[in-house]
């Protein structure tokens, strides 16, 4: 077991070397981003090479070996994959110091894997980061083909022994064998759909013994160990696997209210009335309430205008009023601008009902982010309802 010793340790050095390279930058930004995960699909072509654990030399027991696996991201931690490792195996035997035996097969193993990315669960989802740190957990079988070498050497050693006392060894063993696997990558992330990647795999045969046509004296189950260099590219979401979106800075209470548009309690319009123009006030109030990114709730900072509109309504009792709710074309898509304004407006009429205004007076409408208005770095104006009561 001395390899996979030293498989062990490889992977913990990893992973003290890679992930506290990635610690976020945030300190001393005036402006904070924050990222959301988009689930996608990926692919992977790999190459590399593969180990058998044996008696002979490593370099005896040394071949070529490859994978190509198709998966999906679940969230940022957490994806599911299947892999097909597949190429040549390679074993020995060794009667004495004069007599030496090698083999070889070709193989195909395919395997489903889940994959955890331990830089975005340890230290957060972060899709600038360049490079991060993985651990594997698989299980598949193995599917043996091509052992005409193999059964070939087994008479061979066989024949080179006293009737009855001959080792033990397996013809025939063509599987499919339980197999179980054990891995760790890493990822240099060339885009944010495109990675470049070693991956480190320990893999043991399950409930037997026969994968390598030797019985072990230990009645120790096969390993072997491979090494692949490959690269891997993503499907995103509307060709993204993630978004990017500025954060909102938080206003203090205190400072609110120099947020607030000017208001004027009435509003003078002119009537005609006999083509005699006639000047008449009609009571009215203006309000307009932002949101914060991706939020359709009334923020504690935008909760005075409620106030300001529910003790206007209840003072002029025959005003109606119109709430229009808008998102910002910067982020989000169509379908999901409408929607949230849509919430938007509907928590805003629900806060007044709840405040003692009927509902027959109240009328909503929602515009996704089709009538912004403002622009650059005053987008944030957009997530707005205007409340119009007269």
Not at 34 to 48: A, K, L, S
Not at 82 to 89: E, H, K, P, R, V
Not at 164 to 189: C, E, M, Q, S
Request: hydrophobic fraction near 35%.
């Amino acid at each position: 077991m001395k390899s996979y010793k030293l498989f062990a340790t490889a992977v913990l050095m990893s992973f003290c070397a890679v992930l506290p390279a990635q610690a976020q930058k945030t300190a001393g930004q005036d402006q904070q981003y924050e990222y959301v995960f988009n689930p996608h699909w990926f692919i992977q072509g790999q190459f590399g090479g593969q180990y058998t654990l044996g008696e002979l030399k490593f370099a005896d027991l040394t071949s070529l070996n490859a994978q190509v696996g198709a998966g999906y991201e679940f969230n940022p931690w957490l994806a599911a994959r299947l892999s097909f490792n597949f190429w040549q195996g390679k074993e020995g035997f060794k009667k004495d110091k004069d007599n030496t035996y090698k083999w070889n097969w070709k193989y195909v193993a395919p395997s489903i894997d889940a994959m955890f990315d331990l830089s975005n669960a340890i230290g957060g989802f972060n899709p600038e980061r360049k490079v991060s740190l993985g651990a594997i957990v698989g299980l598949g079988m193995n599917v043996v083909f091509s052992k005409d070498d193999a059964d070939k050497t087994i008479d061979e050693i066989v024949a080179g022994y006293p009737a009855g006392i001959a080792p033990g060894f397996y013809k025939n063993a063509t599987g499919p064998f339980a197999v179980g696997r054990l891995g760790a990558y890493v990822d240099w992330h060339i885009t944010d759909k495109l990675a470049l990647g070693l991956e480190l795999q320990s893999n043991t045969t399950l409930f037997n013994d026969k994968y390598n046509s030797k019985a072990a004296n230990d009645g120790n189950w096969d390993w072997y160990f491979n090494g692949l260099v490959g690269l891997k590219y993503c499907f995103g979401k509307d060709g993204k696997t993630y978004e990017k979106r500025a954060k909102e800075k938080l206003v203090p209470v205190s400072e609110a209210a120099n947020y607030a548009p000017d208001c004027d309690p009435v509003e003078k319009i002119v009537e005609k009335v006999v083509e005699k123009p006639i000047e008449v006030t009609v009571p009215s109030i203006y309000e307009e309430i932002y949101y914060d990114i991706n939020k359709d709730q009334i923020s504690a900072n935008e909760k005075y205008k409620l106030r300001r509109i529910v003790d206007f309504m209840k003072k002029y009792p025959d005003t109606k009023i119109e709430i229009s709710s808008h998102a910002d074309k910067a982020t989000g898509t169509s379908d999901y601008n409408q929607k949230i304004s849509e919430r938007r407006a509907a928590n805003v009429a629900k806060a007044l009902v709840e405040a003692g205004i009927s509902e027959s007076r109240i009328s909503t409408s929602a515009h996704g982010s089709t009538q912004n208005m403002y622009s650059g770095d005053e987008m944030k104006l957009n997530r707005v309802s205007i409340c119009i009561a007269k």
